[in-house]
Protein backbone atom coordinates (compact mmCIF):
# COMPACT_ATOMS: atom_id res chain seq x y z
CA UNK A 1 0.00 0.00 0.00
CA UNK A 2 2.22 2.62 -1.19
CA UNK A 3 1.76 6.33 -2.53
CA UNK A 4 1.38 6.55 -6.05
CA UNK A 5 2.20 9.89 -6.36
CA UNK A 6 1.91 13.08 -4.67
CA UNK A 7 -3.76 17.15 -0.80
CA UNK A 8 -4.08 20.63 -0.31
CA UNK A 9 -5.88 21.76 2.48
CA UNK A 10 -9.61 21.78 2.04
CA UNK A 11 -11.16 24.30 0.88
CA UNK A 12 -11.82 27.23 3.16
CA UNK A 13 -15.26 26.96 2.64
CA UNK A 14 -15.31 23.44 4.38
CA UNK A 15 -13.25 24.09 6.73
CA UNK A 16 -15.71 26.82 8.13
CA UNK A 17 -18.96 25.34 7.73
CA UNK A 18 -20.15 22.29 9.79
CA UNK A 19 -23.04 20.17 9.29
CA UNK A 20 -25.21 18.12 11.62
CA UNK A 21 -26.66 14.92 10.50
CA UNK A 22 -29.97 14.03 10.93
CA UNK A 23 -30.80 12.54 14.70
CA UNK A 24 -34.07 11.31 13.49
CA UNK A 25 -34.91 7.72 13.97
CA UNK A 26 -36.77 5.73 16.67
CA UNK A 27 -35.95 1.85 15.90
CA UNK A 28 -37.88 -1.01 17.10
CA UNK A 29 -40.43 -3.48 16.17
CA UNK A 30 -43.32 -0.67 16.17
CA UNK A 31 -45.37 -0.17 12.81
CA UNK A 32 -43.12 1.79 10.31
CA UNK A 33 -45.24 5.10 10.01
CA UNK A 34 -45.88 5.31 13.67
CA UNK A 35 -42.62 6.76 14.63
CA UNK A 36 -41.17 9.77 15.93
CA UNK A 37 -37.16 9.66 16.67
CA UNK A 38 -35.01 10.57 19.27
CA UNK A 39 -30.89 10.47 19.53
CA UNK A 40 -30.21 9.73 23.19
CA UNK A 41 -29.00 12.67 24.20
CA UNK A 42 -31.03 15.10 22.03
CA UNK A 43 -34.70 16.25 23.34
CA UNK A 44 -37.69 15.98 20.72
CA UNK A 45 -41.31 17.12 21.62
CA UNK A 46 -42.52 15.75 23.95
CA UNK A 47 -39.42 14.44 25.96
CA UNK A 48 -37.21 16.45 27.75
CA UNK A 49 -33.28 16.46 27.74
CA UNK A 50 -31.64 16.14 30.93
CA UNK A 51 -27.60 16.54 29.76
CA UNK A 52 -26.01 19.66 28.05
CA UNK A 53 -23.87 16.92 26.65
CA UNK A 54 -26.38 16.06 23.34
CA UNK A 55 -25.38 13.77 20.63
CA UNK A 56 -27.17 16.62 18.52
CA UNK A 57 -25.26 19.22 19.89
CA UNK A 58 -21.92 19.10 17.96
CA UNK A 59 -21.24 19.38 14.66
CA UNK A 60 -20.99 17.29 11.96
CA UNK A 61 -17.72 15.97 9.37
CA UNK A 62 -16.08 18.61 6.95
CA UNK A 63 -17.96 16.52 3.76
CA UNK A 64 -17.66 18.28 0.26
CA UNK A 65 -19.79 20.77 -0.11
CA UNK A 66 -20.47 20.85 3.45
CA UNK A 67 -18.60 20.76 6.51
CA UNK A 68 -19.09 19.32 8.88
CA UNK A 69 -20.69 -10.19 30.72
CA UNK A 70 -17.49 -10.83 30.27
CA UNK A 71 -14.02 -12.15 30.40
CA UNK A 72 -10.93 -11.25 30.61
CA UNK A 73 -8.92 -11.17 27.42
CA UNK A 74 -5.01 -11.19 27.01
CA UNK A 75 -4.33 -7.17 27.23
CA UNK A 76 -8.32 -6.12 27.51
CA UNK A 77 -10.42 -6.40 30.08
CA UNK A 78 -14.30 -7.58 29.13
CA UNK A 79 -17.29 -6.45 30.62
CA UNK A 80 -20.13 -7.11 29.13
CA UNK A 81 -21.46 -9.65 31.75
CA UNK A 82 -23.27 -8.98 35.26
CA UNK A 83 -20.20 -8.37 36.60
CA UNK A 84 -18.69 -5.47 38.64
CA UNK A 85 -15.91 -3.30 38.91
CA UNK A 86 -15.06 -0.75 41.44
CA UNK A 87 -15.72 2.30 39.28
CA UNK A 88 -19.55 1.22 38.91
CA UNK A 89 -19.16 2.05 35.23
CA UNK A 90 -19.22 -0.42 32.81
CA UNK A 91 -20.99 -2.29 30.17
CA UNK A 92 -21.70 -5.52 32.96
CA UNK A 93 -22.37 -3.45 35.78
CA UNK A 94 -25.70 -4.33 37.21
CA UNK A 95 -26.70 -1.58 39.84
CA UNK A 96 -28.26 -3.54 42.30
CA UNK A 97 -25.20 -3.89 44.37
CA UNK A 98 -23.24 -0.91 46.13
CA UNK A 99 -20.24 0.36 45.21
CA UNK A 100 -18.64 -0.01 48.30
CA UNK A 101 -17.50 1.92 51.52
CA UNK A 102 -21.78 1.42 52.31
CA UNK A 103 -22.56 4.06 49.25
CA UNK A 104 -25.92 3.74 47.67
CA UNK A 105 -26.26 2.02 44.66
CA UNK A 106 -27.92 2.71 41.39
CA UNK A 107 -30.88 1.07 42.88
CA UNK A 108 -31.12 2.67 45.89
CA UNK A 109 -30.34 6.34 44.00
CA UNK A 110 -33.19 5.32 41.79
CA UNK A 111 -35.62 4.29 44.26
CA UNK A 112 -34.63 7.67 46.30
CA UNK A 113 -35.65 9.64 43.42
CA UNK A 114 -38.97 7.99 43.29
CA UNK A 115 -39.52 8.74 46.54
CA UNK A 116 -38.79 12.55 46.11
CA UNK A 117 -35.69 12.16 48.53
CA UNK A 118 -32.80 13.12 45.82
CA UNK A 119 -33.51 15.20 42.46
CA UNK A 120 -34.66 12.82 39.76
CA UNK A 121 -32.28 14.74 37.34
CA UNK A 122 -29.18 14.63 39.31
CA UNK A 123 -29.74 10.84 39.79
CA UNK A 124 -30.01 10.11 36.36
CA UNK A 125 -27.08 11.57 35.36
CA UNK A 126 -25.51 9.30 38.29
CA UNK A 127 -26.64 6.04 37.45
CA UNK A 128 -26.37 7.25 33.54
CA UNK A 129 -22.35 7.98 34.30
CA UNK A 130 -22.33 4.60 36.50
CA UNK A 131 -23.65 1.59 35.90
CA UNK A 132 -26.22 2.92 33.28
CA UNK A 133 -29.76 2.43 32.37
CA UNK A 134 -31.56 0.04 32.90
CA UNK A 135 -30.87 -0.50 36.05
CA UNK A 136 -30.78 -4.53 37.58
CA UNK A 137 -32.04 -4.84 41.29
CA UNK A 138 -30.58 -7.17 44.08
CA UNK A 139 -34.20 -8.91 42.96
CA UNK A 140 -32.99 -9.42 39.32
CA UNK A 141 -35.58 -7.46 38.32
CA UNK A 142 -34.78 -4.06 35.67
CA UNK A 143 -35.64 -1.09 36.40
CA UNK A 144 -36.26 1.33 33.65
CA UNK A 145 -36.88 5.37 34.19
CA UNK A 146 -36.96 8.48 31.67
CA UNK A 147 -37.93 12.38 32.37
CA UNK A 148 -40.18 11.55 29.45
CA UNK A 149 -42.23 15.07 29.44
CA UNK A 150 -45.71 15.36 29.75
CA UNK A 151 -48.83 12.69 28.31
CA UNK A 152 -48.55 9.16 29.48
CA UNK A 153 -45.32 6.63 28.77
CA UNK A 154 -44.82 3.31 28.68
CA UNK A 155 -42.05 0.75 28.19
CA UNK A 156 -42.52 -1.63 25.20
CA UNK A 157 -39.59 -4.11 23.99
CA UNK A 158 -39.13 -7.54 23.07
CA UNK A 159 -39.53 -8.73 26.55
CA UNK A 160 -43.61 -7.72 26.59
CA UNK A 161 -44.13 -7.98 22.60
CA UNK A 162 -44.17 -4.14 21.85
CA UNK A 163 -47.41 -3.78 24.16
CA UNK A 164 -47.01 -0.66 25.81
CA UNK A 165 -46.66 -1.42 29.87
CA UNK A 166 -47.23 2.00 31.14
CA UNK A 167 -45.18 3.28 33.41
CA UNK A 168 -45.63 5.00 36.86
CA UNK A 169 -44.98 8.39 37.51
CA UNK A 170 -43.48 10.15 40.70
CA UNK A 171 -42.99 13.80 39.90
CA UNK A 172 -41.72 14.50 36.83
CA UNK A 173 -40.36 10.87 36.69
CA UNK A 174 -41.56 8.52 34.89
CA UNK A 175 -40.56 4.71 35.94
CA UNK A 176 -41.13 1.34 35.86
CA UNK A 177 -39.94 -2.54 37.02
CA UNK A 178 -40.64 -5.63 35.05
CA UNK A 179 -39.07 -8.98 34.87
CA UNK A 180 -37.02 -9.49 31.60
CA UNK A 181 -36.27 -13.57 31.72
CA UNK A 182 -33.63 -12.87 28.72
CA UNK A 183 -32.31 -9.49 28.64
CA UNK A 184 -29.30 -10.23 26.34
CA UNK A 185 -30.22 -8.40 23.48
CA UNK A 186 -33.33 -7.47 24.52
CA UNK A 187 -34.52 -4.20 22.23
CA UNK A 188 -36.59 -1.52 24.24
CA UNK A 189 -37.96 2.01 23.95
CA UNK A 190 -40.21 4.37 25.71
CA UNK A 191 -44.15 4.98 23.73
CA UNK A 192 -46.07 7.96 24.57
CA UNK A 193 -48.87 5.58 23.87
CA UNK A 194 -49.74 7.45 20.77
CA UNK A 195 -47.40 7.86 18.33
CA UNK A 196 -44.13 8.18 19.63
CA UNK A 197 -41.01 5.83 19.99
CA UNK A 198 -37.99 6.66 21.61
CA UNK A 199 -35.07 4.83 22.52
CA UNK A 200 -33.79 5.49 26.09
CA UNK A 201 -32.37 9.03 26.39
CA UNK A 202 -30.08 7.93 29.17
CA UNK A 203 -29.95 4.58 28.17
CA UNK A 204 -26.21 2.51 27.72
CA UNK A 205 -26.73 0.50 25.30
CA UNK A 206 -28.32 0.57 22.08
CA UNK A 207 -28.11 0.17 18.28
CA UNK A 208 -29.56 0.75 14.99
CA UNK A 209 -32.27 -0.68 12.63
CA UNK A 210 -34.72 0.45 9.87
CA UNK A 211 -36.18 1.94 12.55
CA UNK A 212 -33.54 3.97 13.40
CA UNK A 213 -32.37 3.94 17.02
CA UNK A 214 -33.06 1.26 19.37
CA UNK A 215 -31.89 0.65 22.99
CA UNK A 216 -30.92 -3.38 24.56
CA UNK A 217 -31.44 -4.07 27.96
CA UNK A 218 -28.09 -6.09 28.42
CA UNK A 219 -26.25 -7.26 25.00
CA UNK A 220 -22.98 -9.66 24.69
CA UNK A 221 -23.37 -9.77 20.97
CA UNK A 222 -21.27 -6.40 19.54
CA UNK A 223 -22.95 -3.21 20.25
CA UNK A 224 -23.10 0.68 20.68
CA UNK A 225 -22.70 2.16 24.19
CA UNK A 226 -22.91 5.96 25.44
CA UNK A 227 -21.40 8.07 28.34
CA UNK A 228 -23.20 11.26 28.93
CA UNK A 229 -21.36 15.00 29.32
CA UNK A 230 -18.12 14.31 29.15
CA UNK A 231 -16.40 17.64 30.32
CA UNK A 232 -13.13 19.15 31.45
CA UNK A 233 -10.44 22.09 30.85
CA UNK A 234 -12.75 24.39 30.07
CA UNK A 235 -14.33 22.57 26.70
CA UNK A 236 -18.06 22.24 26.13
CA UNK A 237 -20.29 18.87 27.60
CA UNK A 238 -20.27 16.11 24.53
CA UNK A 239 -20.66 12.37 24.68
CA UNK A 240 -18.94 9.51 23.89
CA UNK A 241 -20.08 6.73 21.61
CA UNK A 242 -18.60 3.35 22.19
CA UNK A 243 -18.43 0.07 20.11
CA UNK A 244 -18.19 -3.08 21.65
CA UNK A 245 -16.91 -6.18 20.58
CA UNK A 246 -18.73 -9.60 21.04
CA UNK A 247 -18.69 -10.12 24.80
CA UNK A 248 -16.54 -7.27 25.70
CA UNK A 249 -13.38 -9.04 24.50
CA UNK A 250 -10.58 -6.62 23.22
CA UNK A 251 -7.04 -6.25 22.62
CA UNK A 252 -6.88 -3.48 20.94
CA UNK A 253 -8.74 0.50 21.64
CA UNK A 254 -9.31 3.53 18.84
CA UNK A 255 -10.07 6.88 20.60
CA UNK A 256 -11.62 8.50 17.12
CA UNK A 257 -13.06 11.95 16.96
CA UNK A 258 -16.64 13.49 15.13
CA UNK A 259 -18.44 10.17 17.66
CA UNK A 260 -21.59 11.52 15.94
CA UNK A 261 -20.70 10.43 12.41
CA UNK A 262 -18.92 7.16 13.33
CA UNK A 263 -21.93 4.79 13.75
CA UNK A 264 -25.22 6.82 13.03
CA UNK A 265 -26.56 5.38 9.55
CA UNK A 266 -28.24 8.88 9.30
CA UNK A 267 -24.76 10.60 9.78
CA UNK A 268 -23.78 13.49 7.45
CA UNK A 269 -22.83 11.53 4.09
CA UNK A 270 -24.16 8.34 5.43
CA UNK A 271 -21.61 8.52 7.95
CA UNK A 272 -18.84 6.41 8.57
CA UNK A 273 -21.00 3.10 9.64
CA UNK A 274 -17.88 1.98 11.26
CA UNK A 275 -19.44 -1.03 12.87
CA UNK A 276 -19.33 -2.69 10.24
CA UNK A 277 -15.69 -2.19 9.73
CA UNK A 278 -14.13 -2.83 12.76
CA UNK A 279 -12.24 -5.59 12.82
CA UNK A 280 -13.01 -8.30 16.20
CA UNK A 281 -11.26 -7.65 19.28
CA UNK A 282 -11.27 -3.99 18.82
CA UNK A 283 -13.22 -1.50 20.85
CA UNK A 284 -13.86 1.94 19.62
CA UNK A 285 -14.15 5.21 21.28
CA UNK A 286 -16.15 8.05 19.68
CA UNK A 287 -15.82 11.17 21.06
CA UNK A 288 -18.71 14.24 19.57
CA UNK A 289 -17.47 16.79 18.53
CA UNK A 290 -19.31 20.30 19.73
CA UNK A 291 -20.03 23.29 17.60
CA UNK A 292 -16.13 24.11 18.52
CA UNK A 293 -15.33 21.56 16.50
CA UNK A 294 -12.27 24.06 14.52
CA UNK A 295 -11.15 25.52 17.79
CA UNK A 296 -10.42 21.76 20.02
CA UNK A 297 -9.35 20.22 17.06
CA UNK A 298 -6.30 22.80 16.11
CA UNK A 299 -3.39 22.85 17.78
CA UNK A 300 -2.66 26.47 16.79
CA UNK A 301 -4.40 29.33 15.66
CA UNK A 302 -4.69 30.04 11.22
CA UNK A 303 -6.47 32.83 9.76
CA UNK A 304 -9.35 31.71 7.66
CA UNK A 305 -11.73 33.95 5.60
CA UNK A 306 -10.30 37.14 7.80
CA UNK A 307 -11.07 35.13 11.24
CA UNK A 308 -8.78 33.64 13.37
CA UNK A 309 -9.53 30.45 14.30
CA UNK A 310 -8.31 27.62 16.43
CA UNK A 311 -6.01 26.64 18.93
CA UNK A 312 -7.63 24.82 21.95
CA UNK A 313 -6.07 20.93 20.56
CA UNK A 314 -3.89 21.00 23.77
CA UNK A 315 -6.73 21.31 25.85
CA UNK A 316 -8.85 18.88 23.89
CA UNK A 317 -5.92 16.44 24.12
CA UNK A 318 -6.04 16.39 27.61
CA UNK A 319 -9.60 16.01 28.03
CA UNK A 320 -9.13 12.64 25.85
CA UNK A 321 -6.27 11.64 27.40
CA UNK A 322 -6.00 12.60 30.85
CA UNK A 323 -10.02 12.78 31.26
CA UNK A 324 -11.55 10.32 29.05
CA UNK A 325 -8.90 7.44 28.69
CA UNK A 326 -8.77 6.48 32.25
CA UNK A 327 -12.40 6.38 32.49
CA UNK A 328 -12.54 4.17 29.88
CA UNK A 329 -9.96 1.85 31.03
CA UNK A 330 -11.33 1.81 34.56
CA UNK A 331 -14.62 0.70 32.50
CA UNK A 332 -14.15 -1.75 30.34
CA UNK A 333 -10.43 -2.17 31.11
CA UNK A 334 -6.65 -1.87 29.53
CA UNK A 335 -5.80 -2.84 26.54
CA UNK A 336 -2.64 -4.31 24.69
CA UNK A 337 -2.67 -1.27 22.06
CA UNK A 338 -3.86 1.97 21.74
CA UNK A 339 -4.42 4.16 18.43
CA UNK A 340 -5.99 7.20 17.44
CA UNK A 341 -8.05 8.03 14.72
CA UNK A 342 -10.09 11.16 12.65
CA UNK A 343 -10.31 12.59 9.78
CA UNK A 344 -9.98 16.03 8.21
CA UNK A 345 -9.50 18.19 11.40
CA UNK A 346 -10.25 14.90 13.13
CA UNK A 347 -7.19 13.47 11.64
CA UNK A 348 -5.08 16.14 12.84
CA UNK A 349 -5.68 16.33 16.15
CA UNK A 350 -5.22 12.60 16.21
CA UNK A 351 -1.45 13.54 15.01
CA UNK A 352 -1.23 16.23 17.71
CA UNK A 353 -2.42 13.81 20.40
CA UNK A 354 0.20 11.33 19.55
CA UNK A 355 2.85 14.25 19.35
CA UNK A 356 1.87 15.46 22.92
CA UNK A 357 1.54 11.84 24.40
CA UNK A 358 4.10 10.48 22.29
CA UNK A 359 5.07 7.46 24.32
CA UNK A 360 1.15 6.05 25.68
CA UNK A 361 -0.36 5.16 21.94
CA UNK A 362 1.33 2.66 19.67
CA UNK A 363 -0.34 4.03 16.38
CA UNK A 364 -2.69 7.48 15.23
CA UNK A 365 -4.37 7.26 12.01
CA UNK A 366 -4.96 10.49 9.92
CA UNK A 367 -7.45 10.44 6.77
CA UNK A 368 -7.38 13.14 4.77
CA UNK A 369 -5.74 15.06 8.01
CA UNK A 370 -5.59 19.17 7.47
CA UNK A 371 -1.49 18.86 7.66
CA UNK A 372 -1.64 22.60 6.64
CA UNK A 373 -3.32 24.11 9.64
CA UNK A 374 -1.08 26.29 10.65
CA UNK A 375 -0.10 28.40 7.43
CA UNK A 376 -3.35 28.72 5.50
CA UNK A 377 -3.75 32.11 6.29
CA UNK A 378 -1.97 35.11 4.14
CA UNK A 379 0.85 36.36 6.02
CA UNK A 380 0.37 33.88 8.88
CA UNK A 381 3.18 31.18 9.81
CA UNK A 382 2.43 29.01 12.95
CA UNK A 383 4.02 25.82 13.21
CA UNK A 384 2.11 23.04 11.12
CA UNK A 385 1.56 19.18 12.57
CA UNK A 386 4.65 17.88 10.23
CA UNK A 387 6.94 21.30 11.34
CA UNK A 388 6.06 19.73 15.50
CA UNK A 389 7.06 16.10 14.05
CA UNK A 390 9.94 17.37 12.35
CA UNK A 391 11.28 19.34 15.97
CA UNK A 392 10.60 16.32 18.04
CA UNK A 393 12.21 13.80 15.91
CA UNK A 394 11.56 10.09 15.06
CA UNK A 395 9.11 8.45 17.93
CA UNK A 396 7.84 4.95 18.47
CA UNK A 397 4.42 4.67 17.92
CA UNK A 398 3.01 3.98 13.86
CA UNK A 399 1.76 6.29 11.80
CA UNK A 400 -1.42 5.96 8.95
CA UNK A 401 -1.49 8.55 6.37
CA UNK A 402 -4.06 9.19 3.27
CA UNK A 403 -6.17 11.11 1.43
CA UNK A 404 -8.25 10.99 -2.05
CA UNK A 405 -8.21 14.32 -4.47
CA UNK A 406 -4.84 14.82 -6.68
CA UNK A 407 -3.08 17.79 -7.76
CA UNK A 408 -5.44 19.16 -10.08
CA UNK A 409 -2.79 18.44 -13.18
CA UNK A 410 -0.09 21.09 -11.57
CA UNK A 411 2.80 20.43 -9.15
CA UNK A 412 2.52 21.05 -5.46
CA UNK A 413 4.20 24.21 -4.98
CA UNK A 414 5.06 26.77 -1.93
CA UNK A 415 4.26 29.82 -4.30
CA UNK A 416 4.49 31.91 -0.68
CA UNK A 417 7.35 30.69 1.12
CA UNK A 418 5.95 29.60 4.25
CA UNK A 419 7.56 26.23 4.15
CA UNK A 420 4.14 24.34 3.33
CA UNK A 421 3.18 23.16 -0.08
CA UNK A 422 -0.52 24.35 0.34
CA UNK A 423 -0.35 26.85 -2.94
CA UNK A 424 -1.63 24.65 -5.70
CA UNK A 425 -5.28 25.49 -5.73
CA UNK A 426 -6.32 23.02 -8.04
CA UNK A 427 -5.13 20.10 -5.41
CA UNK A 428 -7.94 18.67 -3.10
CA UNK A 429 -8.75 16.64 -0.19
CA UNK A 430 -5.23 18.03 1.50
CA UNK A 431 -3.21 16.08 -1.12
CA UNK A 432 0.01 18.16 -1.16
CA UNK A 433 0.38 18.85 2.64
CA UNK A 434 -0.10 14.62 3.10
CA UNK A 435 2.54 14.03 0.96
CA UNK A 436 4.65 16.49 2.05
CA UNK A 437 4.26 15.26 5.71
CA UNK A 438 5.20 11.81 4.73
CA UNK A 439 8.52 12.49 3.17
CA UNK A 440 9.14 14.48 6.12
CA UNK A 441 8.93 11.54 8.29
CA UNK A 442 10.52 9.05 5.94
CA UNK A 443 13.42 11.76 6.50
CA UNK A 444 13.04 11.46 10.05
CA UNK A 445 13.57 7.76 9.88
CA UNK A 446 10.34 6.28 9.95
CA UNK A 447 10.27 2.88 7.61
CA UNK A 448 7.06 2.58 4.75
CA UNK A 449 5.16 -0.44 5.18
CA UNK A 450 6.91 -0.78 8.64
CA UNK A 451 5.66 2.13 11.04
CA UNK A 452 4.48 4.46 8.21
CA UNK A 453 2.01 4.03 6.32
CA UNK A 454 0.66 5.77 3.43
CA UNK A 455 -2.29 5.53 1.16
CA UNK A 456 -3.76 7.29 -1.93
CA UNK A 457 -7.43 6.82 -3.42
CA UNK A 458 -7.46 9.15 -6.86
CA UNK A 459 -10.14 11.49 -7.11
CA UNK A 460 -11.76 10.42 -3.66
CA UNK A 461 -13.74 13.31 -2.14
CA UNK A 462 -13.52 14.97 1.36
CA UNK A 463 -16.29 13.34 2.82
CA UNK A 464 -17.51 10.49 5.63
CA UNK A 465 -18.49 8.18 2.39
CA UNK A 466 -15.48 8.74 1.11
CA UNK A 467 -13.70 7.90 4.34
CA UNK A 468 -16.32 5.07 5.22
CA UNK A 469 -14.75 3.24 1.85
CA UNK A 470 -11.49 3.24 3.21
CA UNK A 471 -11.39 3.09 6.97
CA UNK A 472 -11.04 -0.41 7.36
CA UNK A 473 -7.52 -0.09 5.73
CA UNK A 474 -5.88 1.33 8.49
CA UNK A 475 -8.02 -0.58 11.21
CA UNK A 476 -6.86 -3.59 9.68
CA UNK A 477 -2.98 -2.03 10.00
CA UNK A 478 -3.84 -1.28 13.61
CA UNK A 479 -5.37 -4.90 14.44
CA UNK A 480 -2.04 -6.59 13.12
CA UNK A 481 0.19 -4.28 15.54
Not at 335 to 351: A, E, F, N, W
Request: charged letters at 20%; aromatic letters at 8%.
Amino acid sequence: MTARVPVSVCSVFLLLVACSGDDGGSGGSESAGSTSGLSSGASASPTTTLTSGASGSGSGGESEGTSSGGDTTSGGTSTGGDTTTSTGGSTGVDSGTTTGGGEPSDEDLLRMAIEGELDPGDVMQQIADGGGFPVKTEAGTFMFACLCGPGTWALVGDHNQWAPDVMMKAGALWWTEVEIADPDGSLYKFHDTIDAYIPDPMGRRYGYDNFGEFSLVRASAPHLERWYGLEGYGLEPRDVQVYVPQDAAFTHVVYAHDGQNLFDPDGIWGGWKLQESVPPEMLVVGVDNTPARMDEYTHTTDKIGGQTLGGKGSDYAKLVHEELRPRMEAAYGAPLRVGLMGSSLGGLISLYIADQYASEYDMTMSLSGTAGWGSIGAGLKNPTIRELYEMAGKRDFAIYLDHGGDDGGMACVDSDMDGTMDDNDLASDNYCENLQLRDALIDLGYTSEVDLWHYWEPGAPHNEAAWAARVGIPLGLFADL
